[in-house]
């Protein structure tokens, strides 16, 4: 079911961890980002638009992002070119398929098409300020604080930011481990989001729910993300007992994170 967050801005929302699917109108079609994730949900997408989709929009080379229908037709699929190298890289290995089922949760992982359509993206260069397409003016905010190759979008007109994998009301900041320096990566992605798009009114994560937040969650992320380079126990909602019912284990996601900074630290001193 496709709701509406902001003129001509829809989400839908999947059975799988709250992710949403945004569908933004244009003057010839739509812009879907992220669509997903069961092939169901897929499939319900596919008839609920009554328009033709003229482009797609993956927010990182995650596989819950990267999904698609040979019903929402064969419009140019756009990453970030580091996003877009990053899965090429990955469907080039001969069992590429096994590699990303085995990353998906085994009681979804017949119901998520891994398929001929999976992360067929093209990559947009470097400089590319926005979208390019016949719809309003999405503008690209690319940072490497989940994922390398992340972008969130901002929906100028009506000032709607879809975040990816950041902002959510349900997980914690998830770093990217393999990079150089994950906390201050994540530091300086939530700054690039709040100097250019601080003042938007609708903020719809890759998980969780939609909302008029923008600044509490950035500073909740923040204080996250201090605890965590700090080695004290974090005083998030999102964690403990006010964590929502289905997520109470975003609280091993922390303890595992946290390992993992201790570990790199103590390396670092020892090294
Ligand atoms: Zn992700």
């Known amino acids: 079911m496709l709701r509406q967050v902001a003129d001509g801005v829809l ?40 328009e033709p989709v003229v482009a797609g929009f993956s927010t990182h080379p995650h596989w819950d992002h990267l999904l698609w229908h040979v019903g929402l037709g064969e419009p140019p699929r756009y990453g970030t070119a580091r996003c ?26 017949g119901q998520v098409p891994v398929d ?5 993206l093209t990559g947009l260069p470097a400089e590319t300020v926005r979208i390019p397409w016949n719809g309003p003016a999405v503008r690209i905010i690319e940072h490497q ?10 929906i100028e007109e009506g000032g709607v930011l ?27 992605a939530l700054q690039l ?5 601080g003042d938007a009114e609708v903020v719809v994560p890759g998980h969780g729910s939609v909302g008029g937040d923008l600044r509490v969650r ?13 080695g004290r126990a974090p005083d ?19 303890d595992w994170q946290s390992n993992q900074v201790t570990q790199r630290r103590e390396s670092a001193e020892t090294s």
């Open 162 to 188: 879809v975040a990816g994998d950041m902002l959510s009301d349900v997980l914690v900041p998830m770093l990217a481990f393999s990079a150089a320096d994950p906390i201050e990566d994540y530091f300086a």
């Open 236 to 254: 998030d909602p999102r964690i403990g007992p006010s964590a929502k019912r289905g997520y109470e284990w975003v609280a091993g996601v922390h």
């Open 145 to 154: 604080g989940h994922a390398a190759g992340h972008a969130a979008l901002l």
């Open 84 to 109: 877009a190298a990053l899965i090429q890289a990955k469907l080039s290995e001969p069992d590429w398929q096994a590699g990303v089922v085995g990353m998906i949760p085994e009681d979804i992982a």
């Open 218 to 230: 950035i500073d909740q992320d923040r204080a996250y993300l201090e605890a965590l380079r700090d």
């Open 11 to 50: 989400v839908h929302e999947s059975e799988f961890l709250k992710s949403n699917t945004v569908v933004v109108h244009g003057g010839s079609g739509v812009l879907l980002i992220d669509p997903g994730v069961l092939s169901d949900e897929l499939v319900c997408l596919a008839t609920d638009l009554r």
């Open 116 to 120: 001929e359509v999976f992360g067929r």
């Open 193 to 197: 989001i709040e100097d250019a798009a």
